[in-house]
């Protein structure tokens, strides 16, 4: 039995449920809604920490069966290579950005200053656009999924099984293991501070849509706290890489070489910079359209960043060179997300230029 693969099912039905319940309990104000909404994103957060926990072990014990682990690790690789390999590829990425998200939506809401809204409509809009992004990040694991197996068909031949987590394991009796370019200490810090960083923006977001559709003030007070964190990770993962590339790559006396994957991922650097400098603007009458504004742009170009990497429509070091249904659904979720935010953007400038 595939314990990983029912894991990542069961968060990702969690994960889509709670997304439900809370979008009921915003419009109706249910409670019995809300606490089923609570109750299951607190499942689908303990099931995604136990798929990394599986994934790890696996990958650690070099069960090749397991395509992700074929893939990723060997027997020959250093202890601390094998668990960097938990984010060496699309899916395992994916995972760790995942559970960082629905571990970060557990602190904002019962750890810290932020938790003093708790039973307001602006929390409650912030889970719902939290939850509804992470349901998102879920099924790209059910499709893309990190504990597809080479299983035995009942006719006896072997084939690559992505979703049925009964089939047989064929026995794979070694791994390929990593990329020779991703073996270097660098690979144990740069793309986990980098996702954390990634992962941090989503609640910006997320309360600045909630301050969109409540007119609360106090959106600022969650996104001001959440976008220093996202900033510091993005800061430091953008470094780090750097210098890997430096060292490893040999791009001369520069740290960076307007790589498309690297260039996406300063975009969002900036943006989330100008927003922390405009909270000295937050007197004055603009920051109600530009603060929001800022936090939005901020997290839809970490997802172009996303896209860039995963699409195969820029040629990179860092991106993987195909355009799968993978790279079509974050297309769909980067022009859904632009959409309805322009919207409302558009909607909160007219309101107030009249």
Not at 60 to 78: E, I, Q, R
Not at 186 to 209: K, N, Q, R
Not at 296 to 317: C, P
Request: charged residues 10%.
């Amino acid at each position: 039995m595939n314990i990983g693969m029912i894991l990542i099912w069961l968060s990702f039905i969690a994960g889509c449920g709670a997304t439900a319940y809370s979008v009921k309990h915003y419009i109706n104000n249910n409670k019995a809604a809300e606490k089923t909404s609570k109750n299951l994103e607190i499942v689908s957060a303990l099931t995604t920490s136990l798929s990394m926990l599986v994934l790890t072990f696996q990958l650690l014990k070099v069960n090749a069966s397991y395509d992700y682990v074929f893939k990723h690790s060997s027997t020959d690789l250093p202890f601390f290579y094998k668990v960097s390999a938990l984010w060496a590829g699309q899916e395992g990425s994916l995972l760790l950005w995942a559970w960082a998200i629905l571990i970060m939506l557990l602190f904002m809401q019962y750890t810290g200053h932020t938790k003093q809204f708790v039973n307001s409509k602006l929390m409650d809009a912030t889970r719902m656009i939290s939850l509804s992004i992470v349901s998102v990040f879920l099924l790209l694991l059910v499709i893309k999924n990190p504990f597809a197996t080479y299983g035995i068909l009942p006719t006896g031949t072997v084939e690559l099984t992505n979703w049925n987590p009964f089939a047989l394991l064929y026995e794979v009796p070694y791994g390929q293991g990593m990329n020779p370019l991703l073996r270097n200490p660098w690979m144990a810090v740069h793309p986990p501070v980098l996702f954390l960083g990634y992962a941090a923006f989503t609640i910006p977001f997320a309360s600045a849509i909630a301050n969109l559709l409540t007119n609360d003030k106090n959106w600022a007070t969650i996104a001001r706290d959440w976008m220093r964190i996202a900033w510091l990770f993005l800061t430091l993962g953008i470094g780090l890489g750097g210098f890997w590339a430096y060292e490893v790559l040999g791009w001369g006396a520069w740290y960076w070489t307007w790589d498309p994957v690297e260039t996406s991922s300063l975009i969002p650097w900036i943006t989330a910079t100008a927003f922390l400098h405009a909270r000295t603007r937050a007197k004055h009458g603009e920051y109600k359209f530009l603060g929001p504004m800022l936090a939005i742009f901020s997290f839809i170009l970490v997802i172009f960043a996303t896209f860039v990497t995963r699409s195969g429509m820029w040629a990179s070091v860092h991106s993987w060179q195909d355009f799968s249904l993978e790279g079509g659904i974050i297309a769909i979720f980067l022009i859904v997300l632009t959409g309805s935010s322009t919207y409302l953007l558009a909607k909160r400038y007219f309101e107030e230029d009249n």
